[in-house]
């Protein structure tokens, strides 16, 4: 089963910044199946971005997903205060499941 | 639009099943694989498994097998989770969320399940 380890645990920014989120894989993941959610207190979690790169439905372009193989980046420039929240990352394996990240917490500094 | 409604928070005490639903509509039924995924007070999301809604098919993590079960109804949509032997750890909130190309772009809106005696 892949693990997904995703760092840091908590980023401190201020709003017009940029954050850079890590998902690391313990294995390769084939087909590019990862996905970024963002999830904010009392909602459910919202699909960012899937197939590693492309945006889902109603993403601002500040979202920007990238990586390959093992190592996954979510981009997130010019931070706006909607965008502080908690963020998964989440594959899907040859085994036919989901695997979420533990979250990373993006904070207002 | 697509959504995705759940059925009423639930209190049940130890050992007892808990039953959720998720009422879909705005798509069609069969064409998306349904998923469930829970999260403890505080945790993060943990998957429990998934139902093929055209085939009836399903799928549940490891953790979960035997006491996990998920059914659907066609003609209504609907898509059900049911979980037996329930112990204060499954005290979390139940979500579904709908498969598209393999990532869940839309989700129930959550049922809390607490477990207590």
């Known amino acids: 089963e892949i693990v997904l380890t995703q760092s840091p645990g908590t980023l401190s920014l201020s709003p017009g910044e940029s954050a850079t989120l890590s998902c690391r894989a313990s294995?390769?993941?084939?087909?590019?199946?990862l996905a970024w959610y963002q999830q904010k207190p009392g909602q459910a979690p919202r699909l960012l971005v899937y197939?590693?790169?492309t945006r889902a439905t109603g993403i601002p372009d500040r979202f920007s997903g990238s990586g390959s193989g093992t190592d996954f980046t979510l981009t997130i420039n010019k931070l706006v205060p909607e965008d502080f929240a908690v963020y998964y990352c989440?594959?899907?394996?040859?085994?036919?499941?989901?695997?979420f990240g533990r979250g990373t917490k993006v904070e207002i500094k | 639009q697509v959504q995705m409604v759940q059925s009423g928070a639930e209190v049940k005490k130890p050992g007892a099943s808990v039953k959720v639903s998720c009422k879909t509509s705005?798509?069609?039924?069969?064409?998306?694989?349904i998923h469930w995924v829970r999260q403890a007070p505080g945790q993060g999301l943990e998957w429990m498994g998934w139902?093929?809604?055209?085939?009836?098919?399903?799928k549940s993590a490891q953790k979960f097998q035997g006491r996990f079960t998920v059914t659907r109804d066609t003609s209504i949509s609907t898509a059900y989770m049911e979980l037996t032997s329930l112990r204060s750890e499954d005290t979390a909130v139940y979500y579904c969320?709908?498969?598209?190309?393999?990532?869940?772009?839309?989700w129930g809106q959550g049922t809390l399940v607490t477990v207590s005696s």
């Open positions: 294995q390769r993941i084939n087909n590019n199946y």
């Open positions: 989440q594959q899907y394996g040859s085994s036919l499941t989901w695997t």
């Open positions: 969320a709908r498969d598209v190309l393999n990532a869940g772009d839309s």
């Open positions: 197939g590693v790169s």
């Open positions: 139902i093929n809604p055209h085939s009836g098919g399903t």
């Open positions: 705005g798509y069609s039924f069969r064409d998306s694989y």
